[in-house]
């Protein structure tokens, strides 16, 4: 079984709709949790650290729940620039474990 | 956040020869390092990981005596792809976790193409 799990998508939505992603994963141990983003034929960059309080950063809100081992993040009010891979990432000690990535794409 | 910078960003060499691509943790203390690879339109794939000082931890399946992971202070460490063949043409990333930064951040990669 995979450490993290994501739905590859694509998902494609409209300029200003809402989208959520999930990401599941499998090691109860997991210390810390986070977003990254990843633009074609670029490097990830860091978007979001995940608390178990949630948190929210402009549009974007991530959520943690231990108990069902899953994150989330929200973005409301998409933007076109919005369009790229998400990352969920997964960290124990010094392993960092990478899910697939999902693609979202925003349409005008 | 920090900066992690990656050079060459782009190389070209020819079957058989040798590439070394740097890492650098430019404004903080990078313990551990992380060496990536990812392949047009595939997700990241993990090769190695190495905490300056300490030889490298490979994942399955990467070679160690082809990939040379080099990681001797806190802010550098080296990847040479040792008698490159066209198969490994690829996308290399680095990133770096360390003091005070303990999320990964993320070189701006290295395009390696090997004709």
């Known amino acids: 079984r995979k450490e993290v799990e994501q739905d590859p998508g694509p998902f494609n939505v409209p300029e200003g709709a809402t989208v959520a992603f999930n990401c599941t994963y499998s090691n109860s141990a997991s210390q810390s949790f986070f977003w990254y983003r990843q633009d074609c034929r670029k490097e990830p960059k860091l978007l979001m650290s995940?608390?178990?309080s949630g948190n929210e950063d402009g549009r974007f809100t991530a959520q943690l729940n231990r108990a069902s081992q899953y994150i989330s993040l929200l973005i409301r009010d998409s933007k076109l620039s919005d369009s790229a891979t998400y990352l969920c990432?997964?960290?124990?000690?010094?392993?960092?474990?990478f899910g697939t990535g999902t693609s979202l794409t925003v349409i005008p | 956040g920090a900066v992690v910078s990656q050079h060459p960003s782009w190389v070209i060499c020819k079957s058989g020869t040798s590439v070394k691509i740097e890492c650098r943790s430019l404004?903080?203390?990078?313990?551990?390092m992380f060496w990536y690879r990812q392949f047009p339109k595939q997700s990241l794939m993990l090769m190695a990981t190495?905490?300056?000082?300490?030889?490298?931890?490979?994942e399955q399946g990467v070679e160690k005596d082809k990939f040379l992971i080099n990681h001797a202070s806190l802010t550098l460490s080296t990847l040479t792809v040792t008698s490159a063949h066209p198969e490994d043409s690829s996308f290399y990333i680095c990133?770096?976790?360390?003091?005070?930064?303990?999320?990964?951040?993320f070189g701006p990669g290295t395009r390696l193409t090997v004709t």
């Open positions: 990133s770096a976790s360390g003091i005070p930064h303990y999320e990964q951040y």
């Open positions: 190495s905490n300056e000082g300490s030889k490298a931890t490979y």
């Open positions: 404004d903080f203390q990078a313990t551990t």
């Open positions: 995940v608390y178990s």
């Open positions: 990432v997964v960290n124990i000690g010094n392993q960092f474990y």
